[in-house]
């Protein structure tokens, strides 16, 4: 008869070793990091996975300055979005930041300022198509 249950008074310590585990089997709750708390993450340290605290708000992960471990920092770089915005408005970078353009009305076209430094709504200038016929097909 086979095996098919293992109780706990079966197992010697130190008798299971990985190739043991099936992949995928060890969930969650079987795994602690020591003080753990919501928001932590796991990282690796080079021997060992260890705890990495969560951050404080506003704050990214970011790579160390030696390029050796996950930290939490200050975004030194990323896009700051302009907190008000309406369905319609489109976002732009002025040269510094990243600025909201309203929407337009209706018939509007987006066009490039006279200084060609930034977007804005405009009617359009007209003009048309030329060179194009329709036929009818036989």
Do not use: C, F
Not at 122 to 132: C, E, S
Request: charged fraction near 15%.
């Amino acid at each position: 008869m086979a095996l098919t249950q293992i109780k706990g008074s079966n197992i010697e310590d130190g008798t299971v070793v990985a190739a043991d585990v099936a992949d995928n089997a060890v969930t969650g709750a079987k795994i602690a990091m020591g003080s753990d708390a919501a928001g932590d993450i796991l990282t690796y340290n080079g021997t060992d996975y260890i705890r990495l605290a969560k951050g404080t708000a506003e704050q990214v992960l970011k790579m160390n300055s030696g390029a050796t471990a996950v930290e939490w920092g200050t975004d030194a770089g990323g896009i700051a979005i302009p907190g008000s915005s309406v369905a319609g408005d489109t976002l732009y970078h002025n040269g510094t930041i990243y600025t909201r353009l309203a929407k337009g009305t209706a018939s509007q076209v987006l066009t490039m300022n006279s200084g060609a430094t930034a977007p804005e709504w405009a009617a359009a200038a007209g003009g048309g198509v030329d060179g194009i016929t329709s036929s009818a097909n036989a």
